[in-house]
């Protein structure tokens, strides 16, 4: 496996693009059983059927440290078969824990799929050797959500808690989000004139949440989003006294003005009630992105569609400022009775 370019993400494991390209064949007796993810081993009917089969079978692959066979242990039992002396096969190096992690992502984009039972078991097999990584990152490997991830994550007794975890992209990120944001408002505090770089290396923190702890405290808002807040001040009562904390706050433990609106907007019969009003209230929270919302979205957008996405989040935006802007401007110019009864007959249009 080659090292990473400079100024790239180094390599988290092997991968597909690790899999030499030239096959090679090598004596079956060579071989030694894969360390399989099927839990109930090789299907003894589907091997017949591929031994059965006059058509050329794809090379397997290979773990050459250890010989074991990372992908195709149906192909070798067809093999043996068959009576062939000699199967074609494509080597990968890396360690054994990486190469069982490969042995999952094949299985799972070709042949026989895994079973639920395989891809749970694989799961926790995963975090445990790769304790780091993200409940994201295994579930795409494994094929399962990261919900699923995270709820057997909690109930293995035998993986390390760690404060960070790496995501798919290669990047840190604190387990507890508040956690990273409080210490990037103390790095704030400690050097207002730090780049957003410097606020996310220091933090353990993307630097597009470094730039939104940052936006929020010039705000005066508090630069943990409300979400969070609970954790944030149980990590806040085991670093400092109850005391300090209040002096040290201010008005950042204000929590932002829209969610008190929004909060408020939804309990609103006039608005609740009516099929404009609720069009309104999902159109206003689906539009209300989360820092981690918004990274993840950035993480998952092609770059050959960066442009038009950045031109279409820049209309929409266009469109609601033009929105807010025609809804003030009625407010302000005072409809009187005329504008009250308009209101009344929307609202009771439910």
């Known amino acids: 496996m080659s090292d990473a370019r400079p100024g790239e993400q180094p390599k988290l494991t092997i991968d597909e693009t690790d899999i030499t390209q030239k096959s090679k064949l090598i004596p079956v007796t060579s071989l030694t059983a894969a360390d399989s993810p099927r839990l109930a081993g090789e299907i003894e009917e589907h091997a017949r059927t591929l031994a059965e089969s006059e058509a050329d079978l794809p090379p397997?692959?290979?773990?050459?440290?250890t010989m074991r066979?990372?992908?195709?242990?149906?192909?070798l039992r067809a093999a043996v078969l068959r009576g062939d002396d000699l199967i074609e096969v494509r080597f990968v190096e890396g360690?054994?824990?990486?190469?069982?992690?490969?042995?999952?992502?094949?299985?799972?984009?070709?042949?026989?799929?895994?079973?639920?039972?395989?891809?749970?078991?694989a799961a926790v097999r995963i975090m445990e050797?790769?304790?780091?990584?993200?409940?994201?990152r295994i579930a795409a490997v494994t094929g399962l959500s990261p919900g699923v991830v995270g709820s057997l994550r909690t109930r293995a007794d035998s993986t390390p808690q760690l404060t960070l975890?790496?995501?798919?992209?290669?990047?840190?990120?604190?387990?507890?989000?508040?956690?990273g944001r409080l210490a990037a408002s103390k790095v704030i505090a400690e050097t207002p004139d730090a780049s957003l770089r410097e606020?996310?290396?220091?933090a353990g923190i993307a630097v597009a949440t470094a730039r939104d702890v940052r936006r929020r405290i010039r705000l005066g808002q508090d630069p943990v989003t409300p979400k969070l807040r609970p954790t944030a001040l149980a990590a806040d009562d085991?670093?400092?006294?109850?005391?300090?904390?209040?002096?040290?706050?201010?008005?950042?433990?204000?929590?932002p003005v829209w969610e008190g609106v929004l909060s408020s907007m939804r309990r609103d019969p006039s608005l609740r009630m009516s099929?404009?009003?609720?069009?309104?209230?999902?159109?206003?929270?689906?539009?209300?992105?989360?820092?981690?919302?918004?990274?993840?979205?950035?993480?998952?957008?092609?770059?050959?569609?960066?442009a038009d996405v950045a031109q279409m989040a820049r209309m929409c935006a266009s469109r609601w400022m033009e929105f807010a802007i025609d809804i003030e401007g009625r407010g302000s110019a005072g409809t009187g009775a005329a504008g009250e009864q308009h209101v009344r007959q929307v609202s009771s249009g439910a």
Do not use: C, Y
Request: aromatic share 2%.
């Open 129 to 136: 050797s790769h304790p780091a990584w993200s409940d994201r």
């Open 238 to 255: 085991t670093a400092e006294d109850a005391g300090d904390r209040s002096d040290a706050s201010g008005p950042a433990t204000e929590p």
């Open 199 to 202: 606020i996310a290396s220091r």
């Open 275 to 306: 099929l404009i009003g609720r069009t309104l209230l999902q159109l206003l929270r689906a539009h209300l992105l989360t820092t981690e919302q918004r990274q993840d979205l950035i993480d998952g957008i092609p770059a050959h569609r960066a």
């Open 60 to 65: 397997i692959v290979v773990h050459r440290p």
């Open 69 to 75: 066979v990372v992908d195709g242990m149906h192909r």
């Open 165 to 179: 975890r790496i995501g798919r992209d290669g990047r840190k990120r604190p387990v507890d989000g508040a956690a």
């Open 95 to 121: 360690s054994a824990e990486d190469a069982f992690v490969l042995a999952v992502q094949l299985n799972a984009e070709h042949g026989m799929p895994l079973s639920r039972q395989d891809r749970v078991a």
